[in-house]
C-alpha cells in the first residue's frame, strides 16, 4: 500500500494566535515557519512514507515544501478539516488508494523515528493509528487508510472524538504515545515542554532569538 504524509499549513502570518500574550504577530510568524521547516526535515527523513503533501494558501509554504521535495495541494478552504479532506481526496485522485498520515507542521521535536514507528503500527486495512497531543486531548498524527468515509475532526477533545469515530464505523484504532510527537506549541505553557524535548534547529534558533528567557527559563535539560 502507498502511504503518503500530509501536512496542514495555515498562512504563517495568522498562525499561532495562542501565543499572542507573549509573542509579536513577526514573531509568531517566524516560529510558525521554524516549526513547518523542522516537521518538514523530519517528515522528509521516514524510510516508510512514499511521498510528502502539504496543503496551504501560504505562498512561502508551499515554496519552501517544493525545494524539499513535496507535492503542494492548494488550499481552497478556510478550515483545517476542510482542508485535509481537501488533500486526501486530491492525492487519492492523483494516486489511487493511499494511506495517509496527517502530520501538523507544529511539531518541532518529532523525528523521522517517530513517523517510522508509526507507519510499523499499522498493520490491517481497517485501522486508524493516532498519537494524542501531551494533555490527552488533541491528536498530533492520525493515519489512516483509504477509507474515505473517516471524517478528519481535529480541534478541542478530538484524540477521543477521533477514536470513538474510528469505533462507530468498524475500524480498530491503535494509540501510539510518544513524547516528541505529544509536544506541540500552542499555549505558552507549552514552551519548556518543547525546549526540554529538543526542538528542531528552526525552532531552536527561533526560540533563543526572541530571548524569551527574560520571560520562561528555557534551560537545556543536561
Ligand atoms: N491548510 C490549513 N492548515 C491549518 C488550518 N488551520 C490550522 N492549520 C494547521 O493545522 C495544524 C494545527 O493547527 P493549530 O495547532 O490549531 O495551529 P494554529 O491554527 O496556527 O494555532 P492557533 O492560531 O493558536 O489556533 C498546524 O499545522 C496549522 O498550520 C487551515 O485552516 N488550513
Ligand atoms: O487535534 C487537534 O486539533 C490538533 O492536535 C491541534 O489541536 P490544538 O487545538 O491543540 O492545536
Redesign the pocket.
Known sequence: MTIWAL????VFA??????SSILTPKQRAIL?RAMFRDTLSATALAEGLDGIAV???DPEAAEIARLAGACVID?Q????ND?LTAGRMTLQNRLGAVDLIII???LPAARASDIDDFIAARRTPTQIVLSPDHEGDGTNMLLTGAMTDFPYA?GPASYQRHISQAKDLGYEATSLKSVRVGA?L?NPSDLYRIWQHAPGEHTKRALETFCLSSHWPLKEVS
Open positions: 501536512i496542514p499549513v495555515k495568522e498562525a499561532k494566535s495562542r501565543l510558525a496543503v496551504t494558501k488550499d478552504t478556510q478550515d483545517l482542508a501538523p507542521a507544529d481535529f506541540d500552542d
